[in-house]
């Protein structure tokens, strides 16, 4: 048994994967999951959980096992062919370069509520700019920046958590509250909670992140 030594502590790997993991579907995305699959997205955020949870176990089972840079890809690779390392790395890559403009975008859109007068692609290219500077400054930059915003993310969620359990309690000053039509809620059906299914499997988005980093961590036990 040995030990690696890297320079990344274990709290600051939780930080930056909830920094990574709470984003653009959590804070917006969410919401449209909510217009088409109504209280059915309750469940099926907890069914992504679940299986996001057993994911990640198996991830960081092979992760103790066999530490290398490039994980699951690596893991494809080993288990299935340079062929299927290759498809899922480059996979990733597509997936990942989506998922930026996405955000992007969604940035813009939050700006936009305090900003209307700028327009949403220049919005797009300022955050863009002040994304590649924070890369410049190398990656003691990036988990300083990314632990921060894990941080607010953690507490605007909470508060979120907060506000919607007073309002499902209390009512939204409207004309009934929330619980009270709770049945209109489901009324989306299968189809409806099978529209939000992307959403919410999109929302965990980023964990991923935490393989990559598992390996930089200050103590890991190797075999």
């Known amino acids: 048994m040995q030990t690696s030594q890297g320079k990344l502590p274990w709290w600051q790997l939780t930080l930056f994967g909830v ?7 959590f804070f917006l995305g969410s919401s449209i999951a ?37 994980s ?12 299927a390392g290759f498809s899922v790395g480059w996979m990733y890559w597509f997936s990942e370069m989506l998922i930026m403009g996405s955000t992007l975008t969604a940035l813009g859109i939050f700006t936009q509520f305090w900003l209307p007068a700028i327009p949403l692609c220049l919005l797009a290219v300022g955050y863009t700019v002040l994304a590649l500077f924070v890369v410049i400054r190398g990656s003691n ?14 507490a605007a969620v909470l508060m979120f958590i907060l506000v919607a359990g007073f309002a499902f309690i ?12 709770a049945a209109k809620w489901f009324d989306s059906g299968w189809l409806g909670a099978w529209k939000g299914l992307l959403y919410a499997f999109y929302a965990f988005g980023g964990i991923e992140v935490m393989g990559f980093m598992a390996v930089d961590l200050r103590e890991q036990a190797v075999r």
């Open 19 to 25: 920094g990574c993991t709470i984003g653009t579907v």
């Open 34 to 70: 909510i217009h088409k699959s109504g209280f059915w997205i309750l469940f099926i955020f907890i069914l992504a959980a679940l299986a996001t949870l057993f994911v990640y176990v198996a991830l960081a089972q092979m992760t103790v096992q066999h530490p290398h840079k490039g």
């Open 72 to 83: 699951f890809r690596t893991y494809a690779q080993q288990a299935y062919g340079r062929s």
């Open 141 to 154: 930059g990036i988990n300083k920046v990314e632990n921060l915003l894990a941080i607010v993310k953690i």
């Open 170 to 181: 209390k009512g939204t000053g409207g004309v009934m509250p929330i619980h009270s039509s």
